[in-house]
């Protein structure tokens, strides 16, 4: 095995994760099945071998969404995870809970025909960022209150005294 090390969690941080090599195939899934596990538009993936997939805390939880598909997901917050066929080598790795998702571009779209008809008129609305900095009560709430796993590995989870 190489010396990668790719790092990521669900958005509570019951279950992290390390992959051990190069996620191969980057790409989005338009397919229905993807968009309701999601509750998204599509769901983005890439795969590793099963050995070099190692979850380094906690325990995928199962959802077998047909017979030889099995999603992986976080019992406690709902994160989708993985998704792994039964008898492949491989195992999917949903890109958006990777600690660092923009290092892994999406090379190609699945389950196009599932694909929302209004999909790439998307890019062009109307933008604004998250509003936290224009309200600052919400601001200070959510930073005294923040259950997000941070986008690292850390030694205790949740953080020592904060009660839970
Ligand atoms: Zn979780
Ligand atoms: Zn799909």
Known sequence: MTDVRITGGCQCGAVRYA???EPRNPHICH???CQKAFGSYFAPFAEVSRDAF???RGTLAIFKSSEPAERGFC???GTPLTIYTIGDDGIFIALGSLDRPADVRPQRQFGVEGRMPWFADLPPLPGE???EDDVPD???R???SNHQH???DTETWPPEGTGS
């Open 138 to 140: 919400l601001a200070a």
């Open 150 to 152: 941070p986008d690292h």
């Open 31 to 33: 397919c229905r099945m």
């Open 129 to 131: 960022k998250t509003t």
């Open 19 to 21: 992959l051990l090599q």
């Open 142 to 144: 959510i930073a005294a």
């Open 75 to 77: 019992r406690d917050c």
């Open 54 to 56: 190692d979850v380094t």
